[in-house]
């Protein structure tokens, strides 16, 4: 199972998505983003630089391995290279999800199943409203 994100900062939130993304397969793996992509896709820079991020997430029990995503964004080799069986999205990751599946179809990638996975107490637990505290 791969998930996606820019984990600036680890909250429950964060903490609730792994845990549900573990459920769904044998090993989990997250793809950081890069400090530019996630500066080009939010407008803002990371809090934390990306090695800083990985190696928070790293730390996490239930994660087995972490990589930095793709310098270009939207190439997707990273996910070339791990061939997973699943992606497992977040509850506000749509936009994500429409490339992705848009690669798919297109032949730009392998068939891999996406799934959704649930807000944890998004009114609480969202960076956009943690970072503004």
Do not use: C
């Amino acid at each position: 199972v791969v998930i996606f994100g820019t984990f600036d900062g680890i909250h429950d939130g964060h903490r609730n998505f792994i845990l549900e993304a573990k459920k769904q397969g044998d090993r989990l793996v997250v793809i950081i983003a890069r400090d530019h992509i996630t500066n080009d896709l939010k407008s803002k820079i990371p809090t934390y630089n990306e090695l800083e991020r990985l190696n928070k997430v790293f730390d996490i029990e239930e994660v087995d391995l972490v990589f930095l995503g793709d310098k270009e964004n939207g190439s997707y080799n990273i996910l070339r290279e791990i061939n997973p069986d699943i992606i497992f999205l977040g509850y506000d990751q749509q936009d994500l999800y429409n490339d992705i599946l848009d690669k798919i179809k297109n032949k730009g990638l392998p068939k891999i199943k996406l799934i959704f996975g649930n807000p944890y107490k998004p009114e609480l637990f969202h960076s956009s409203i943690l970072n503004k505290k």
